[in-house]
């Protein structure tokens, strides 16, 4: 019997920040364990500062791991060549500029990715507009890349009931992230029943969608 590599492997992923020069005091961790075997699309939410664009940056290995690996297809992200990473995967920063990354060792000692079109496409925030059928026209194209085999990320910081319809309607697993924690849900109805994402959505969810 075969064994198909996960797309996604965030395996013990950790990154902490901190200030101080002499006596380090850590200010922000994020920590994450995240597996996704198949193509499909993930719907992410959190707070703003909760980890969200961090955990994407880790992805895609634009922001190195204080601990933990990322693998896409089997791959360390953090060991494959600069210029090559986005084969692999990539984050789009809302108005879809794609995120770049600091250098931290010659590019000749890393690894090939091994493919020429990304694998892994991250959306961070991206700006629905509504008219013109802007917002249709967006749900098929990551509806096309997961017809095609991608993994795709949604992240939204829903402020409209429509923001929640889109991501219930083209999305089929959800990640919550609150304060640097990374939560894995099935479907929308078991996300909606979390206190703390009920907390975070407040007036965007009726008091009887538990």
Known sequence: MSVT????????LVKRY????????????LEADLTVEESTIVGVMGPNGSGKTTLFELITGSNMPSAGT?????????EVKYG????????YHQSYQVRHFRRTRPSFLMQ?????????HLFDEPQFNTQDGYIGFMLEFFRKLRSEGRLVFVCLHPNEPYHLELMEEVCERFVFVLAGRVREYPDFDSLLRATDVR?????????DAA
Not at 5 to 12: D, H
Not at 70 to 78: E, T
Not at 84 to 91: F, G, K, Y
Not at 199 to 207: E, H, I, K, N, T
């Open 112 to 120: 090939p990715a091994g493919h020429d079109y990304p694998m892994v």
């Open 5 to 12: 590599t996960p797309i996604l492997e965030a395996r013990g």
């Open 18 to 29: 901190a200030r101080g020069l002499i006596r380090r005091r850590e200010t922000f961790r």
């Open 199 to 207: 907390s975070y959505l407040g007036r965007l969810v009726s008091p």
């Open 70 to 78: 990322v693998r896409v297809l089997g791959r360390n992200i953090h």
């Open 84 to 91: 090559q990473r986005d084969r692999l995967a990539i984050h």
